[in-house]
């Protein structure tokens, strides 16, 4: 079974990239093939993966624009279990036009089903809830929601959870959300009053997994690798290994209830 996980919120600037390549990075320890695949016009997950945008012929919005096969727009990337399927400015037509289509927030889901080599496919989506965004969200197991410890990124959740509504109804009942705390500096005192608050909150739906501020995880981008390869014993790497750790755990759990329903 591959397990698809959005990563998506619509504030920009609360590491959805970040997570995006080294969530993977860390998976890929574990003898897992991950897939990311860029959905958002300014390819930064792209980039962090030392792609060049201009250079990309083959992106995902053949996909969701021509209806070419996922596989055909596959790229290997240095770092052995992780595949790219990558980004460039055509998307930004993908969301113009891709409404015009029927059924369009079936799209992505659609064309992932054939996509079986791989034990986990991350979307990282473009900082807005528009066509793009719900496509992801509606093929999604999994959605992560970045969100710092700070008051316009604590509001913003509102609107993701009217999103998450709105697909459940609209066409995936089943997809669990649940909020990362990124960028958190614990020894600032509004951080940690908010932390309470999203807590008290969100309760289960709050991972227990928390990405503190790193400067090395700043730098993994520039080089082109996960913070899990860059800097592999740093503090933020052990940090996105608890994530991958967890979100591994709730996967069985699921695996797990499956088999009870089908025996």
Do not use: C, H, W
């Given at each position: 079974?591959?397990?698809k996980i959005a990563i998506a919120n619509e504030?920009?600037?609360?590491?959805?990239?970040?997570?995006?390549?080294?969530?993977?990075?860390?998976i890929s320890e574990s003898q897992k093939r991950v897939l990311l695949i860029d959905l958002d016009p300014q390819a930064n997950l792209t980039l962090a993966l030392g792609?060049?945008?201009?250079?990309v012929s083959r992106s995902i919005s053949r996909v969701i624009l021509n209806s070419d096969e996922p596989s055909s727009v596959v790229y290997e990337t240095a770092i052995e279990g992780i595949d790219l399927i990558?980004?460039?400015s055509e998307m930004g037509l993908a969301e113009r036009f891709l409404p015009i289509r029927q059924n369009y927030h079936t799209v992505l889901r659609n064309a992932l089903f054939g996509l079986v080599n791989y034990d986990y496919i991350i979307l990282d989506c473009p900082p807005a809830l528009g066509a793009i965004t719900t496509n992801a969200m509606t093929a999604?197991?999994?959605?992560?929601?970045?969100?710092?410890?700070?008051?316009?990124?604590?509001?913003a959740l509102k609107k993701m959870m009217a999103a998450v509504r709105q697909?459940?109804?609209?066409?995936?009942?089943?997809?669990?959300?649940?909020?990362?705390?990124?960028?958190?500096?614990?020894?600032?005192?509004t951080h940690r009053a908010l932390l309470a608050q999203l807590y008290?909150?969100?309760?289960?739906?709050?991972?227990?997994?928390?990405?503190e501020i790193d400067t090395k995880l700043r730098e993994s981008p520039i080089v082109g690798l996960p913070i899990t390869t860059y800097f592999s014993q740093s503090r933020s790497a052990n940090q996105y290994r608890e994530l991958a750790q967890e979100i591994s755990q709730n996967v069985e759990k699921i695996k797990q209830q499956a088999i009870k329903q089908s025996a």
């Open positions: 079974m591959t397990y504030k920009g600037g609360v590491a959805k990239t970040t997570t995006a390549v080294s969530l993977a990075g860390a792609i060049k945008p201009n250079q990558p980004s460039n999604a197991d999994l959605l992560v929601i970045p969100s710092q410890a700070e008051y316009f990124s604590a509001y697909v459940r109804k609209n066409g995936n009942p089943s997809l669990i959300y649940r909020v990362l705390v990124t960028m958190l500096d614990r020894r600032n005192r008290a909150t969100f309760g289960i739906g709050l991972f227990q997994s928390i990405i």
